[in-house]
């Protein structure tokens, strides 16, 4: 990048990414707990993938129960802290709260779940489960994100001798390196982690499967494989000048602002990130907050159609981000640096299976932005090498094949959860699938 905006001070980041939902005091945890219904057939519980049993853990807080809260949440997910802070809470268990339809404010219960599970860490995780005595049979987990987390945790409380195998230096997949520092920091990702380790499960990481070992190896030295993989590299924009510097995609740029030194992560001045998605906004806010001094986010079909929640997108718009909306980029303009991004008008015309109204490029609409920096977050690439070297797994659609009972692939001994089988949804969804296919694989190994 030629352009790289100017250095903030320490204290200017601290305050960019400070907190967005702060912690609950005592008495404003009280206070909150005191307002709920504790509805019999609670909504909410039900609008949790995780099904969480929300009226329970709530009235443990309201009688200073504070394990008991905790007990409560972690035996229905064990990504419970990621979950309270990055949980897109509005349309999930808050958007279900009766108390919308009363016209009141909902209970705010990623906060209160949150300082349920913060008090937990913060007393070092005292035992609250039972594990089973060793069955003698192990399972290979691969991925350490809260798919395979989940999965991990589930197997080891059945007796199960579980090995999660991470590519990365770091565990925790993307809880750790991919969720925007004003929601949540890696620090608290790795408390999962431990938490989890208190069950015996190894935890190997900077072992990548395909080639620092071989598949097949594991498949023969366990009793059965669970692939909690998420996706793969960044989808490409296919434009000219995509190789250009200044030029990166927004996972590896959200991983930088997670892993390193704010001051260290390079930020153009006139910033466009290509795409509308949840992703998107997590970019476009997070080169905002590092000092950038224009981004814009530049989508080709209409507001209507982005897949970035509301309250993401109110986010952005009130970090000052721009949006192009039913514009697409034709290349990217430079010579050996990102200078501008050419873009042509689009239309809106009938919508596609997935009721998304198609866009066309207007003829003679093209013009030039002058951006110095170009963020690409148009998706992922599903990991199709890997799973094709895996016999009998199938892909449909780009996911990986399931039996959506049991959790297991067209091979019997390899079962998979998260990204790697619905494309990319929440954390909450891979928590839930983790879970869900421990125990499609104790029952396949006890049958
Ligand atoms: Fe409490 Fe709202 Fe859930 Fe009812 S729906 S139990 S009021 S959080």
């Known amino acids: 990048m030629e352009n790289i905006a100017s250095k903030l001070t320490q ?18 945890a009280l206070a909150e707990a005191s307002r709920c219904l504790y509805c019999y057939d609670s909504p909410c519980m039900k609008a949790c993938p995780t099904h969480i049993d929300i009226s329970q853990f709530i009235k443990k807080i309201s009688t200073d129960n504070l394990l008991g809260s905790a007990k409560t949440i972690l035996k229905s997910n064990w990504v419970a802290l990621t979950c309270a802070k990055a949980c897109p809470v509005a349309v999930l268990c808050e958007g279900a709260c009766v108390l919308n339809e009363k016209g009141d404010k909902p209970i705010e219960i990623g906060r209160l779940q949150r300082y349920v599970i913060d008090n937990y860490f913060a007393k070092e995780m005292p035992p609250l489960f039972t594990k089973k005595p060793s069955n003698g049979k192990s399972v290979a987990i691969i991925g350490s994100g809260p798919a395979g987390l989940s999965c ?7 007796g199960y001798n ?11 997949g ?13 620090e608290d990702a790795l408390k999962e982690v431990e938490l989890v380790k208190t069950f015996g499960v190894n935890v190997k990481t900077g072992v990548n499967v395909g080639i620092d070992i071989l598949f097949n190896d594991l498949y023969k030295a366990f009793d059965a494989v669970f692939l909690g993989i998420g996706l793969g590299e960044s989808r490409a924009l296919s434009v000219n000048g995509e190789e250009l510097s200044g030029v990166v995609s927004a996972l590896d740029f959200i991983e930088q602002v997670k892993t390193e030194e704010w001051s260290s992560v390079a930020v153009g001045k006139r910033v466009a990130i290509i795409g509308a998605g949840n992703t998107s906004i997590d970019a476009a ?18 507001s209507q159609d982005m897949s970035a929640y509301n309250f993401e997108f109110d986010l952005a718009k ?7 909306f039913l514009t697409a980029p034709k290349k990217i303009v430079g010579k050996n640096f990102v200078e501008g991004i050419e873009c042509i008008r689009m239309e809106p015309g009938e919508p596609d299976s997935k009721g998304k109204r198609r866009a066309f490029p207007v003829p003679g609409t093209e013009f030039v932005i002058p951006v110095d920096m170009v963020i690409k977050a148009i998706g992922q690439e599903a990991q199709n090498e890997f799973i094709a070297s895996i016999p009998g797994v199938k892909f449909v659609n780009g996911m990986v094949e399931i039996k ?15 990204d790697c ?27």
């Open 11 to 28: 204290e200017q980041y601290e305050k960019n990414f400070k907190e967005l939902h702060p912690p609950f005091s005592y008495g404003a």
């Open 152 to 158: 991990s945790a589930e197997l080891a409380l059945l």
């Open 162 to 172: 579980v090995t999660v195998f991470e590519s990365s230096d770091i565990p925790g």
């Open 174 to 186: 993307l809880n750790t390196w991919g969720i925007a520092p004003y929601k949540m920091r890696k």
């Open 285 to 302: 806010t997070e080169a905002k907050r590092l000092g950038a001094e224009e981004v814009m986010v530049i989508y080709r079909r209409s």
């Open 318 to 324: 009130k970090d000052g981000i721009i949006f192009h």
């Open 404 to 418: 959506p009972d049991t959790y297991q692939t067209g091979n019997p001994k390899v079962f998979a959860g998260g």
């Open 421 to 447: 089988i619905n494309g990319g949804k929440e954390v909450v969804n891979a928590a839930y699938d983790g879970k869900m296919a421990a125990h499609g694989i104790n029952n396949f190994l006890n049958n």
